[in-house]
């Protein structure tokens, strides 16, 4: 018989109250020898975003949140396996 059990994820975390929920990891900043000047999106906005934060002294690296990467089994939380394999 077919049965389903829920996937579960450990993405979530309590946010310490001395940080800001911002989460942020500088493998954001996609970069390939200069091809992102070609693309229609800023690669690297999420950097200056968090440049930007820090300049103003609004953000530490002690005040932000660590991102994780994200395993199979939390992608099934929110995705079919039927499209991950696709993506595969």
Do not use: Q
Not at 23 to 48: C, Q, R
Request: proline letters at 6%; aromatic letters at 12%; charged letters at 25%.
């Amino acid at each position: 018989p077919f049965t389903c059990r829920p996937h579960t994820t450990h993405l979530y975390s309590k946010v310490p109250a001395s940080c800001w929920p911002i989460v942020y990891s500088a493998e954001y900043n996609i970069t390939f020898m200069g091809l992102e000047k070609l693309h229609p999106f800023d690669s690297g906005k999420w950097g200056k975003v968090i440049g930007f934060l820090r300049d103003e002294k609004l953000v530490t690296e002690e005040t932000l949140v660590g991102a994780v990467e994200a395993t199979e089994e939390d992608l099934l939380v929110v995705h079919t396996r039927r499209y991950l394999n696709k993506l595969k």
